[in-house]
């Protein structure tokens, strides 16, 4: 299987910056894409942004403009840097992992979320 662990997450004063981190690990055979979610309290899961094996890169309405996706290939980690953080940007931010992982001889498709780390953005 494969995990993912996130780090970055904490309470900042709006107009602030966050890097948010999520490495995964676990014998993964290929990547195709990494993405960052987040959810407010009361509200669904939404889409923050995205990038593909081919670097294609979408953000959320919302986001874009202010936050930037980034992927290590070699180190298997997305990056979300947000910039001129808002009160409205507060939630529990997931990454979500996607591709195939070597199980014995066996190839599987894997689709991988982390634990949520808690951006507070304070007025």
């Known amino acids: 299987q494969v995990q993912l662990v996130e780090s970055g997450g904490g309470l900042v004063q709006a107009g602030g910056s966050l890097r948010l981190s999520c490495a995964a690990s676990?014998?993964?055979?290929?990547?195709?894409?990494m993405a960052w979610y987040r959810q407010a309290p009361g509200k669904q899961r939404d889409l923050v942004a995205i990038?593909?094996?081919?670097?294609?890169?979408n953000y959320g309405d919302s986001v874009r403009g202010r936050f930037t996706i980034s992927r290590d290939n070699a180190k298997n980690t997305v990056y979300l840097q947000t910039d001129s953080l808002k009160p409205e940007d507060t939630a529990v931010y997931y990454c979500?992992?996607?591709?195939?992982?070597?199980?014995?001889?066996?190839?599987?498709?894997?689709?991988?979320w982390g634990q949520g780390t808690q951006v507070t953005v304070s007025s």
């Open positions: 990038i593909s094996s081919l670097d294609s890169i």
């Open positions: 676990g014998s993964i055979r290929v990547i195709t894409s």
């Open positions: 979500n992992v996607k591709g195939n992982y070597y199980s014995g001889s066996y190839v599987r498709l894997f689709d991988s």
